[in-house]
């Protein structure tokens, strides 16, 4: 089985801090999804990586960066936390290159900025 | 998530009936379709896909339908349990898209003894 694993279940941060989330994954896929999911909004794209190094931006990537320094694990970076940033982060991997294949998710992040 | 179920549409199933939930999708190119679903305080699990060249897929208790003429997708549940009670999302994708997803907004579904 596909595990994703996301390092905090939950999170509670202050506005203006720096935050790390992590994700990793361990089927050797290449592509990584960040995601936030409010009630309302469903899941929204925030970046994902189609391969190490790379990086492209998705729906909603303000506010926000990521880093792909290894195939395994996708990093997204909170620069300036704000409390309209207070969300569920789910993070994804699929991989590339066998034609359509589903994406697999972690059990994401409950994130609150106070 | 917890709360992930607000402001959605719900549907409420006895135990042991057939759950049908219903999505429509709105980009003709859309080629490759998935439906996951997402219990409380989990991440959204994969539960079957189909392809655009197929009407129908079956899986073990769910079955997966394709319309392309009036771009309707459904999942129906055979012999519905408790265990089944979480959101369930519809997903496509488009060829080009580099396995985006364009996500639905979600059913509740609730089982009821």
């Known amino acids: 089985d596909v595990k994703v694993t996301q390092s905090s279940r939950y999170l509670v941060k202050r506005t203006g801090e720096k935050v790390f989330l992590e994700c990793v994954q361990d089927?050797?896929?290449?592509?990584m999804f960040w995601y936030r999911q409010d009630p309302g909004l469903g899941l929204r794209l925030i970046y994902f990586?189609?391969?190490?190094?790379?990086?492209e931006k998705g729906d909603i990537p303000e506010g926000y960066s990521v880093s792909r320094e290894k195939k395994e694990r996708f990093s997204l970076i909170l620069e300036s936390a704000s409390t309209n940033q207070t969300s569920m982060y789910l993070c994804?991997?699929?991989?590339?290159?066998?034609?359509?294949?589903?994406?697999?998710f972690g059990d994401g992040t409950r994130l609150s900025i106070l | 998530g917890e709360n992930v179920g607000l402001h959605l549409p719900t549907l409420s199933v006895q135990e042991g009936d057939n759950s049908i939930i219903n999505c429509a999708y709105s980009?003709?190119?859309?080629?490759?379709f998935i439906w996951y679903k997402q219990e409380s305080g989990k991440g959204p699990q994969f539960i079957i896909d189909?392809?655009?060249?197929?009407d129908k897929r079956q899986g073990q208790r769910v079955t997966v339908l394709l319309n392309k003429t009036v771009k309707h997708l459904s999942l129906q549940i055979a012999a519905t349990q408790p265990g089944d009670s979480a959101v369930y999302f519809c997903?496509?994708?488009?060829?080009?898209?580099?396995?985006?997803?364009?996500f639905g907004a979600g059913t509740q579904v609730v089982v009821t003894p």
């Open positions: 994804a991997s699929r991989p590339d290159g066998q034609g359509n294949q589903p994406q697999h």
């Open positions: 089927m050797d896929h290449e592509n």
């Open positions: 990586s189609y391969d190490v190094k790379m990086k």
């Open positions: 980009n003709s190119a859309s080629d490759y």
């Open positions: 189909i392809r655009s060249n197929m």
């Open positions: 997903a496509e994708n488009t060829a080009d898209s580099w396995g985006k997803l364009q």
